[in-house]
């Protein structure tokens, strides 16, 4: 049928035609209105329900479409055939956003931000879901939703709270890395063009002889990095707090698409039983010097949505959405995502989420899922709704089969994750602190975590504030000096240990 929008009769959801959008049906010109006009009904039921609920995390977001172009040959690692040969394409959306505000929270907060791909291979969706930083505040999914509740709101006062913020942070050394990333100007962003992504978990690959290795995939911007300070950041969020979003569609539509290198980083398992400490810990990196980036291919940016609705807000990333020739690995963080992001969309979305255009796999196949609510594509007619069955020609093909993964263990326990052993959360933030930070940079960081650690409040304020001040010494004592300056705490530093 023609879409013909200057021949388009004004309608219901329901497809009847009808003239009066703007006056109720009343009693009289000054009566009291009929519950039979059901178009007012409609209208308002409809209103009221526009507004599907947020996502608790990563809120405030934007996004949109672009491709994947292949660059270079890693089939020796994985016979996923999104990268079959140099010269592939793959249509993506890629989706940004913020961790902890709520939708109208301002694009320059200090936090970090989400970097959502998801690709519409010809093997089915594939969803990496990560982060603008490769490591993250934790390394068991278990403290994910107590984390969480510290970047929100508190229950009393229904305001931000630095203190259990930072409460949190000082019992949960693990989170040091990731600290001082946020706290640094890498904390805010300039724009979503002006920063890297990374898969930031550990994911494995598997070639077409079935060999497993390990990956980390990371995400350069050609665009360059470019981050605000404190006080840049905080006078866009009054200037323009939507200035990421803007940014990107108005950049987006002078083509001038941004561009991402992507890459990965490959571990073996022999590399991983001797490496020396666990290669899953999302709160550590893997030394580029032993690692080294491996080209893969470009991504580009270069479709706004026509509808933000429909096409970003609606859009579902997870996790557990892999393809052949790409999977898992025992990276704690991970595991519990896998879990947990579906359900999160079939609680926001509904059951039927994979059904929504922007979520629905262009080369979708046959399964059994029938009905739910929002069912919309037929819910499988007359066909058979189990398997297998008789009628239908449904085949599995098992060349999709998965090798076995190797478990270093046959005892299940609920393991200390800071156990000896595992236990260095210092290491890595220090060299963060002296090896990749300029002067402008660690002089930046001092002053934004005394900025922030200075709400801190209540009867536990010095022993939260002693706590961090302990995790900030054993990483680097001329940090850990430079907070306690700057906070006014007289110490002395040989009390903190190594």
């Known amino acids: 049928m023609e879409n013909n929008t200057s021949s388009q009769k004004l309608t219901t959801a329901s497809g009847r035609p009808y003239v009066e959008n703007e006056n109720t049906m009343s009693v009289g010109h000054r009566g009291p209105l009929l519950l039979q006009d059901y178009i007012l009904h409609e209208k308002m039921a409809h209103f009221n329900r526009e507004r599907i609920p947020e996502r608790v995390v990563h809120a405030k977001g934007s996004g949109a479409f672009g491709t994947l172009t292949i660059t270079n040959d890693i089939t020796k690692y994985t016979k996923a055939k999104i990268f079959g040969k140099v010269g592939n394409q793959c249509r993506m959306l890629l989706r940004f956003s913020t961790v902890g505000g709520e939708k109208g929270s301002a694009d320059t907060e200090r936090d970090p931000r989400g970097f959502a791909m998801k690709f519409y291979t010809e093997d089915g969706n594939w969803d990496l879901v990560g982060n603008n930083t490769p490591v993250f505040f934790i390394k068991d999914a278990k403290k994910f939703s107590d984390f969480i509740h510290t970047q929100k709101r508190e229950p009393k006062s229904n305001l931000k709270s630095p203190t259990m913020m930072w409460d949190f942070w000082s019992l949960n050394p693990e989170s040091l890395h ?25 994911y494995s690959m598997i070639n077409a002889e079935n060999k497993r290795v390990w990956v980390k995939f990371h995400f350069k911007t050609m665009q360059g990095i470019k981050n605000f300070n404190a006080n840049e950041a905080n006078e866009m969020r009054g200037v323009d707090p939507d200035h990421a979003q803007r940014d990107l569609v108005e950049a987006i539509e002078r083509a001038e698409f941004p561009k991402w290198s992507m890459k990965i980083q490959v571990m073996t398992d022999e590399q991983a039983a001797s490496f020396p400490f666990n290669p899953f810990d999302l709160t550590k990196v893997w030394p580029h010097g032993d690692f080294p980036l491996i080209d893969v291919g470009t991504v580009e940016l270069n479709e706004v949505p026509s509808n933000y609705f429909a096409e970003v807000e609606q859009a579902a990333f997870a996790p557990a ?121 660690r002089k930046n960081l001092i002053s934004n975590i005394v900025g922030a650690m200075s709400g801190i409040s209540g009867p536990k304020r010095d022993e939260i504030i002693n706590r961090q001040l302990c995790q900030f010494f054993r990483a680097n004592p001329e940090l850990g000096m430079g907070v306690a300056q700057g906070l006014g705490v007289d110490i002395n530093p040989e009390m903190f240990g190594k």
């Not at 890498?186 to 550990?202: A, E, F, I, K, L």
């Open 321 to 441: 959405h892999v393809v052949d020739g790409i999977s898992y690995s025992p990276d704690k963080m991970l595991q519990g995502r896998i879990l947990s992001y579906p359900d999160a969309h079939r609680y926001r979305l509904g059951a039927n989420y994979e059904q929504i255009p922007v979520n629905r796999c262009p080369y979708m196949g046959v399964n059994y899922q029938r009905d739910g609510a929002m069912r919309v594509d037929g819910n499988g007619e007359s066909t058979p709704n189990y398997f297998p069955n008789s009628f239908d020609s449904v085949v599995v093909d098992a060349s999709y089969k998965e090798p076995p993964m190797n478990l270093e263990s046959t005892v299940a326990d609920w393991y200390d994750r800071n156990a000896e052993g595992d236990n260095d959360h210092y290491t890595q933030p220090g060299l963060l602190y002296t090896k990749a930070m300029n002067d402008t940079d």
């Open 178 to 202: 990731q600290v001082l990333i946020l706290m640094s100007d890498r904390g805010t962003p300039y724009s979503y063009r002006n920063m890297n992504g990374y898969g930031s978990h550990t």
